[in-house]
C-alpha cells in the first residue's frame, strides 16, 4: 500500500535552535518527494521538491534530504524563527496512476 | 498576484442543504484539484480535472461534484451535505498535473465547513 509517514506528530523547540524532520514513504514507483509548510489556517506553500535523482535541496534556512534507496526523506530547519512554527507536510507523487499521497504532518512550535 | 482564491473562507449549514465552494486562479493553469483536510489524516484528494471539462475522481469523491467549464474555476459542490463532510477544504492549481514536470502546487487559503 502506498503510503508516506512523518514523524514525530509534534515537535516544540527554541528560538535559534535547529530540528529535523522525517518522512518515510512506500510509494512506488516513485516520481518525487515535496515539502510543504502549513501556516494554521492557511493553505500550504511549498517549500522543496526532490526527483530520484536529487538527494539533496535547499531553500534559505530549509534542507530536505532524500534518500531513495531506504525511501526516506528529512528537512533539516536551521536556526529556528518563531515564523516556523507551522504544519511541514512531506508528499510524495508516484504509485500506479500517478498519485499524489500526503503524510499527516509534523507540527511545529518554536517557543521564544 | 498569482493566486488561488476561494470562497467562501467559513461556512456553517445544516444537514442536506445544497452547497458550492467556489474556486478560481489566475495563472492560466490547466490542473485543478479540491482536497479536504481532518486531523490526523493529512490531505486527502476528492476530484481532480486535467483541463476543461475533463473532471476524474480522486481518493474520496463520495458525496460530492465538479465542473469545469472553464480553465480558471473549478467549483466543488455538495448536493447534500451530512456532517461527515464536515472539514477543512482546499483547491490547489498547477501548470500540469503536480508532479509531471515536477510543477509547483498553489494552494487556496482554505474553506472550513460545518455541517450540522
Known amino acids: 500500500k502506498n503510503q508516506v509517514e512523518q514523524s514525530p506528530q509534534s515537535l516544540i523547540i527554541l528560538e535559534g535552535k535547529n530540528c529535523t524532520l522525517q518522512c518515510n514513504y512506500t510509494v512506488s514507483p516513485f516520481s518525487n518527494l515535496r515539502w510543504y509548510k502549513q501556516d494554521t489556517g492557511r493553505g500550504p506553500v511549498s517549500l522543496t521538491i526532490m526527483t530520484f535523482s536529487e538527494n539533496t535541496k535547499s531553500n534559505g534556512r530549509y534542507t530536505a534530504t532524500l534518500d531513495a534507496d531506504t525511501k526516506q526523506s528529512s528537512l533539516h530547519i536551521t536556526a529556528s524563527q518563531l515564523s516556523d512554527s507551522a504544519s511541514y507536510i512531506c508528499?510524495?507523487?508516484?504509485?500506479?496512476?500517478?498519485?499524489?499521497?500526503f503524510g499527516a504532518g509534523t507540527r511545529l512550535f518554536v517557543k521564544a | 498576484e498569482a493566486q488561488v482564491t476561494q470562497n467562501p473562507r467559513y461556512l456553517i449549514t445544516v444537514t442536506g442543504k445544497k452547497l458550492t465552494v467556489t474556486c478560481s486562479q489566475n495563472?492560466?493553469?490547466?490542473?485543478m484539484s479540491w482536497y479536504r483536510q481532518d486531523p490526523g489524516l493529512g490531505l486527502r484528494q476528492i476530484y481532480y480535472?486535467?483541463?476543461?471539462?475533463?473532471?476524474d475522481k480522486g481518493d474520496v469523491p463520495e458525496g460530492y461534484k465538479v465542473s469545469r467549464k472553464e480553465k480558471r474555476n473549478f467549483p466543488l459542490i455538495l448536493e447534500s451535505p451530512s456532517p461527515n463532510q464536515t472539514s477543512l477544504y482546499f483547491c490547489?492549481?498547477?501548470?500540469?498535473?503536480?508532479?509531471?514536470?515536477?510543477?509547483?502546487?498553489?494552494f487556496g487559503q482554505g474553506t472550513r465547513l460545518t455541517v450540522v
Open positions: 490547489a492549481s498547477s501548470l500540469r498535473r503536480t508532479g509531471f514536470n515536477n510543477t509547483e502546487a498553489f
Open positions: 508528499v510524495v507523487r508516484g504509485g500506479g496512476g500517478f498519485k499524489t499521497i
Open positions: 495563472m492560466n493553469h490547466e490542473y
Open positions: 480535472s486535467m483541463n476543461v471539462e475533463v473532471t
